[in-house]
């Protein structure tokens, strides 16, 4: 549209084409303001800006092609003259400082009215700058804080301490026969202190011991603490700690050694009670590679007393008590990471469809308001517009609540699974689903199951979303080796080599699922071609 010389000429740069739409409609109602172009990413905002020099650009921060504080730090580099505003759904405060040291002259939710986002395109015009309350007191505080440091620049957060877990977490071959036991119970998957127990009982059980215990070892502490007991007293525990403490100060419970407490020293140290069925205790260091993960202490009577061999026995056992607990303790990792993808998952759908559309509806609602006396008859037809954007909301948001557990794969086989989920989306939309899966179960692990579930189900999301598509192509096959999934669509495909930003989020997420079955995924696509995705995974057989 073309601006007279008294109008502000803004560029809306955001990924939403509805929120876009919208928030133009509001911004152009008073004919003070005139959007002269639209940008669908960070790119695409800082060409606009060169060449239309719009006197004010409002940006999302979140957009594929470079993010909205990046974009507005460019476009006040070739134009400082522009006024930038934030318009963006984040309130973290992270988020607020980028914006401010980027340049721009105001930061507003998405949730502010239209009345509040014209009158800082006005305010930012005029060469000021507009901030609500809250955000203008965060930026107080930390300037304040950053006075209070004498001029020296917040370095941020202390970086997280991790854990350096390096290593093989599966149990070697060779070791099969003397930690069978172990691998049954590493089978059941369950917590690190659920199973630590259980490993007790059955070494007890293996080497006749009247008790025994785990002590896990802190290194960034440096000390130890019970991980699991059966028949050690705490009187007991708290021995063997303080035993095994100084035999770590001294250098004297290398890899590969068993300290040997006679009774004489369990009765010095936990008195005489404790000491009455206990010939001696042997604290065997497990070791995971060349980091100490804790200790094994196994106390006996006279005639219990392992044998040479057995000793042997129980440093190899100790070495492998360690990987186990390790690989379980990263096993609930995996889980918990899961929980956390699956949670970004979702947040980023709701993001990306309902969120949207509620703030465009709350835009609607307060064109339709503006507009019941002016114009009655198009405010009615913008109801019923706004009616059927509210019901593509509600059908999102029972997708989501669906997709958050997939049910069937529980209750029932993959196929069925799939079958269900291509189903729904063939009734929720105009895409017609063709489905070829084996009459029989695939021979592959639970955990591949559930990733090759979330694989279609994302593919599907994207090509709902993105690729005008009329029909898809699920394929799954099994061969000697491998099973292969293919997903096709003949929609509009996108570029593979635009910069990947927030709309390729999707496919990230498949690849990473792949991977973590040990599996490979190809995307092939071309724009206005379709898009085909392959996953090969590799045939592992479900537990009996």
């Keep these: 549209m073309q601006a007279t010389a008294s109008q502000i000429r803004v560029l809306l740069a955001d990924d939403h084409k509805l929120f876009r739409q919208g928030l133009r409609q509001l911004l152009e109602l008073d004919g003070d303001i005139v959007v002269v172009g639209e940008a669908g990413d960070g790119q695409e905002a800082q060409r606009l800006a060169a060449d239309i020099k719009p006197d004010v650009v409002l940006v999302d921060i979140n957009m594929p092609g470079g993010d909205g504080v990046s974009a507005a730090r460019e476009i ?135 008790s025994a215990c785990l002590l896990a070892y802190n290194r960034w502490e440096n000390k130890l603490t019970s991980w699991a007991s059966s028949g050690f007293s705490d009187v007991l525990i708290a021995a063997i700690t303080q035993e095994v403490g100084t035999a770590l100060e001294n250098g004297a419970l290398p890899a590969g050694t068993v300290l040997t407490v006679s009774q004489d020293k369990v009765r010095s ?131 989501c609540i669906q997709s958050l557990r997939p049910p069937l794969l529980t209750e029932g086989s993959l196929a069925a699974a799939l079958y269900r989920l291509t189903k729904d989306v063939q009734d929720q939309t105009n895409i017609i689903t063709h489905v070829d899966l084996p009459s029989e179960d695939v021979n592959i692990s639970t955990d591949a199951e559930v990733a090759i579930f979330r694989i279609v189900q994302e593919a599907l999301n994207n090509v709902r979303k993105h690729a005008s598509a009329n029909n898809v192509f699920i394929t799954l096959r099994e061969d000697q080796r491998d099973a292969r999934l293919i997903i096709e669509d003949d929609g509009i495909g996108f570029d593979a080599a635009a910069p990947v930003g927030q709309s390729h989020f999707g496919l990230r997420q498949m690849k990473e699922r792949a991977n973590s079955i040990g599996g490979t995924i190809s995307i092939d696509t071309v724009a206005g071609s379709g898009t085909r995705v392959a996953v090969v995974i590799p045939l592992v057989p479900k537990p009996r």
């Design 76 to 210: 006040l580099r070739v134009n400082p003259g522009i006024g930038v505003i934030v318009l963006t759904m984040h309130r973290d405060d992270s988020y607020i400082f980028q914006a401010v040291r980027a340049g721009a002259r105001a930061y507003l939710l998405k949730s502010a009215s239209a009345a509040e986002v014209a009158l800082a395109v006005r305010i930012v015009h005029q060469g000021a700058s507009w901030l609500d309350p809250e955000t203008a007191f965060k930026v107080l505080k930390e300037f304040r804080r950053l006075a209070s440091q004498s001029g020296e620049y917040a370095r941020g957060l202390r970086d997280t301490l991790i854990a350096d877990r390096q290593g093989t977490l599966e149990l070697h071959r060779s070791y099969v026969d003397a930690v069978g036991m172990l691998a049954s119970l590493q089978e059941q998957r369950m917590r690190p202190d659920e199973l630590a127990g259980k490993i007790l009982e059955q070494t007890k059980r293996v080497f006749r011991c009247n």
């Design 269 to 399: 140290l936990a008195g005489a009670e404790e000491a009455k069925d206990i010939d001696e205790a042997l604290v065997i260091p497990m070791m995971a590679g060349d980091a100490l993960v804790g200790v094994l202490a196994l106390a006996f009577g006279a005639q219990q007393k392992p044998k040479v061999e057995e000793r042997l026995l129980l440093v190899s056992l100790a070495g492998q008590v360690a990987l186990v607990l390790q690989n379980a303790a990263l096993y609930r990792d995996l889980q918990e990471l899961a929980v956390a993808e699956e949670r970004r998952r979702i947040a980023r759908e709701i993001h990306d469809g309902v969120a949207q559309n509620l703030v465009h509806l709350m835009m609607k609602m307060e064109l339709i308001q503006r507009m019941l006396e002016k114009d009655p008859d198009r405010a009615l037809q913008e109801v019923v517009y706004s009616r059927a954007i509210l019901e593509q909301s509600v059908q999102e948001l029972r997708r």
